[in-house]
């Protein structure tokens, strides 16, 4: 949207008004934090920063934003994939930053539920909920950074999702401003609650496009007492799904994460580290960390060791972590390929899903056609394959042009998706759609499914201000 000069001027003077003690940002400099994520492949300046401290403040920028048609970006901890926080280059938005409402309301062991606002950091309120001894089982590797409500817009998977399920199966309630400024305070702590339209639903997973998250309820589970994990080694991906289906049965249903490293990613992550030496005596072609987690008074231990020796048909080699430093150090291989992956440059991320049981298929298919097609690039698959999700990332050659990178990511992503297509999976597990993902998603959205979201977009959000362009096209005007 074009702000003329005076309506820009005017727009923030108001903005001003409604948000005093340092509420709105304007200064280059004071921006620049707000405008670049996590990644670095996604950047644009905003018209300015609004950071509220209340629900109150946030209702009165979003009623002012659409008396005077200004679009808004709600930005949580800027760690989203999708090019979908920050403000799209050369559209003056307004970012609505959630860090100044960042309170833990209250937890509540007996109900096994905590109430946490839109802007605090997740590694907090897990933390919070620790003192209840009580867990908030959403884990992965951006939560000292991500916040609860980027969690909830993105509708976040993790670690965790086989054993307690995704953002979704987690949301008792929510508290939410609507683009006219209005709130809706949904926020309840009930298990059961069959009245009418399950209306947080529409907002979880909505990426920004259809109110501002200022709150959420959230179920806790009691935090677990043990915790084993495990590196296993084995010969192939279709040997680790058939230790996966056998693991939920043998170990009483009690893994809480079953991630996949391929041995191209293990090699990258020690290959950036001096402490980080190959895990095991020899190289494998696949590894699996396995965890398991209970609050019971049983031998976790024993039920590990027992399942692994059963399963020495499927197991070609493993080490069960003898103390939590070790374990941690079993992760550490995890998370250096996740941050080390790009060399520092840019790479492209996928994060698909497809049923569990065509897993090993997607896996051998979508890397065999890309090292065919693209034998220079580096092809990397991890995921939380518990859940049939994979993170299918492909890296440039060294020195490779900004044209070549291009095409190599469309291509790449054309190939990866054909498998999907075929498999009846998803092109976004976890990260969503946003501004990356839209063409993809355009295509592969039959016309009742996309007449359906222009429908509740319209409904809510009749101007199309709340993070326009962002899943659904924008109308060229947001007047119309
Ligand atoms: C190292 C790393 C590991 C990751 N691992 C995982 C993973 O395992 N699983 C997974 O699902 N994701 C993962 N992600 C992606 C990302 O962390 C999640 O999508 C996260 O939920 C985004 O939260 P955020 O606060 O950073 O949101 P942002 O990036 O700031 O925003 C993301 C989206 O949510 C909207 N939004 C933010 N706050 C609000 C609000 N209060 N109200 C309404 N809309 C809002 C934004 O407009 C945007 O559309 C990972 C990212 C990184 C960098």
């Known amino acids: 949207m074009k702000v003329g000069l005076t309506a820009r001027t005017e727009a923030i003077a108001v903005l001003e008004a409604a948000l005093p003690h340092g509420g709105l940002m304007t200064a280059d400099e004071d921006l620049a934090r707000f405008s670049r994520d996590w990644s670095g492949d996604h950047h644009g300046c905003p018209l300015a920063v609004a950071r509220p401290r209340s629900v109150a403040e946030t209702a009165a920028v979003m009623r002012l934003c659409s008396e005077r048609r200004i679009p808004v970006v709600p930005q949580g901890g800027l760690t989203g994939l999708v090019g979908a926080a920050v403000a799209a280059p050369g559209a ?12 833990v309301r209250m937890v509540d062991p007996i109900d096994f539920a905590m109430i946490v606002e839109g802007g605090c950091i997740l590694e907090n309120a897990k933390k919070a909920a620790e003192k209840e001894d009580c867990l908030l089982p959403i884990t992965f590797g951006a939560q000292g950074a991500c916040q609860i409500g980027g969690n909830v817009a993105t509708n976040a998977g993790g670690m965790n999702v086989l054993r307690y399920g995704m953002t979704r199966d987690l949301v008792l309630g929510l508290e939410v401003v609507l683009g006219d400024g209005r ?13 009418g339209y399950d209306l947080k639903q529409l907002f979880i ?14 179920k806790l589970f009691p935090k677990p007492a043990q915790v084993e994990t495990a590196l296993i080694a084995l010969r192939s991906t279709g040997e680790a799904m058939a230790l996966y ?3 939920r049965r043998g170990c009483g249903d009690l893994v809480t994460a079953f ?13 950036s580290r001096d402490d980080m030496a190959d895990p095991l005596e020899r190289a494998y072609p696949t590894y699996v960390l396995m965890e398991l987690a209970t609050s019971a008074p049983i031998d976790l231990r024993t039920l590990l060791e027992t399942f692994l020796s059963d399963a020495q048909d499927l197991v070609a080699d493993g080490v069960i972590a003898q103390s939590r430093a070790q374990s941690q150090r079993f992760w550490l291989y995890r998370e250096t390929m996740v941050e080390t992956q790009g060399r ?10 497809v049923p569990v049981s065509k897993l090993a298929i997607f896996i051998d298919e979508a890397l065999g056609n890309l090292n065919q097609r693209y034998p220079e690039a580096l092809a990397l ?5 518990g859940d049939g999700n994979v993170h299918l990332n492909v890296i440039p050659p060294v020195g490779a042009t900004a044209e070549t990178i291009t095409h190599l990511f469309e291509g790449a992503e054309e190939t990866i998706f054909d498998v999907v297509d075929r498999l009846h999976g998803s092109i976004s597990a976890e990260h969503g759609i946003g501004r990356v993902k839209q063409k993809a998603f355009l295509s592969r959205t039959d016309g009742v499914a996309l007449d359906l979201a222009f429908t509740l977009k319209r409904a809510l959000d009749p101007h199309f201000l709340l993070s326009p362009g962002r899943i659904l096209p924008a109308p060229t005007s947001p007047e119309t």
């Open 92 to 103: 003056n938005e307004l970012v609505i930053s959630l860090e100044r409402l960042d309170a």
């Open 183 to 195: 709130v809706w305070n949904g926020l309840n702590v009930l298990r059961k609650d069959n009245r």
């Open 205 to 218: 997973g909505s990426e920004g496009t259809l109110g501002v998250v200022t709150a959420a309820a959230l």
């Open 245 to 247: 289906a056998r693991a």
């Open 259 to 271: 991630e996949l490293i391929l041995r191209d990613g293990l090699e990258v992550a020690i290959r």
């Open 344 to 353: 520092g440059g840019p790479y492209l991320r996928t994060d698909i899903s």
């Open 381 to 385: 698959a991890y995921g939380h394959v």
